[in-house]
């Protein structure tokens, strides 16, 4: 059995208590690990895989594993900015509508944990 790592969120209007589980695959080239998000709302497992990206900073695909909040999206490109959280990108609607979303501040908490 792999290990599996735990981190608080920040909390947000949408969802006040949520957290993170992490569980690293070391067996796939393509994929670094199982993300699941935990909120006030729903429990969602994506798998992370990072992709090149030109900008300075870390690009990272989020593919659902589960049914999340939105059905009509199932995968997410979440950028992490060198420069700081200020500079993070998601293409989900609730980053549209509030430059903030669980995909990245589930992302920061990953690489500002050093588990990715
Ligand atoms: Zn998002």
New binding site residues.
């Given amino acids: 059995m792999s290990a599996t790592f735990t981190e608080v969120l920040p909390a947000r209007k949408s969802s006040k208590h949520s957290a993170i589980q992490w569980r690293p695959v070391t067996d796939d080239t393509h994929v670094a690990g199982v993300l699941t998000i935990h909120t006030d709302r729903a429990s969602v497992a994506y798998t992370v895989s990072e992709f090149p990206t030109d900008w300075p900073g870390r690009g990272f695909l989020l593919a659902k594993e589960t049914a999340g909040t939105d059905p009509e999206s199932e995968r997410?490109s979440?950028f992490c900015a060198a420069a700081g959280p200020w500079g993070d990108t998601?293409?989900?609607k609730?980053?549209t509508y509030k430059a903030t979303?669980?995909?990245?501040d589930a992302v920061r908490a990953l690489v500002g944990n050093a588990w990715l």
């Fill in positions: 997410y979440v998601c293409d989900c609730g980053f979303c669980k995909h990245v």
